[in-house]
């Protein structure tokens, strides 16, 4: 039985973000990490109660016109307000496809997460430029390093 629930909520309008997505699910579910239910979702299907249900979050999203993706920024819109007072200190990591450098992207997500008092358990990973096959096993290593730390009760 689980009793920690990781929420992922990532944009993949492409095959190479479904890639880093799919990466982070399974660095997640690595099999030395237990007692950690992994939950990926677009932010498009996600609501204030899978929030809420959560106790770690990883934002994926990409680099769209120096900010973050419309689908991760209608997430924020939906879920800020119920969720504003009842998941202060809430460990999230962030990735993010970025075709440029990502600094407007970080710091458009990096605004909103501190308006809810979320608590960042590791710094951003930024995905930048071309396409690369070794931001794969870097989101795979994001997201085995979340579950290891909500296994062990790190954060």
């Not at 106790?55 to 900010?67: D, H, I, K, P, S």
């Not at 009842?86 to 407007?104: E, F, N, S, V």
Request: charged share 25%; aromatic share 8%.
């Amino acid at each position: 039985m689980t009793d920690k629930r990781l929420l992922i909520v990532a944009h993949v309008p492409s095959p190479n973000t479904r890639r880093l997505r799919d990466a982070v699910v399974a660095g997640a579910r690595h099999p030395d990490i237990a007692g950690v239910e992994v939950v990926a979702q677009s932010p498009f299907d996600t609501r204030p109660d899978h929030v809420l249900a959560a106790q770690a979050v990883v934002l994926g999203t990409t680099e769209n016109l120096g900010y973050m993706s419309g689908a991760l920024k209608d997430f924020f819109d939906r879920c800020y307000y119920p969720c504003l007072d009842k998941t202060q200190g809430l460990p999230y990591a962030l990735y993010i496809r970025a075709g440029h450098d990502g600094t407007g992207t970080r710091r458009g997500v990096e605004t909103i997460v501190t308006g809810l008092r979320w608590r960042a358990v590791q710094d951003p990973l930024i995905c930048r430029g071309e396409f690369r096959e070794d931001f794969v096993p870097a989101c795979e290593e994001l997201g085995t390093l979340m579950a290891a730390g909500l296994e062990a009760g790190v954060f």
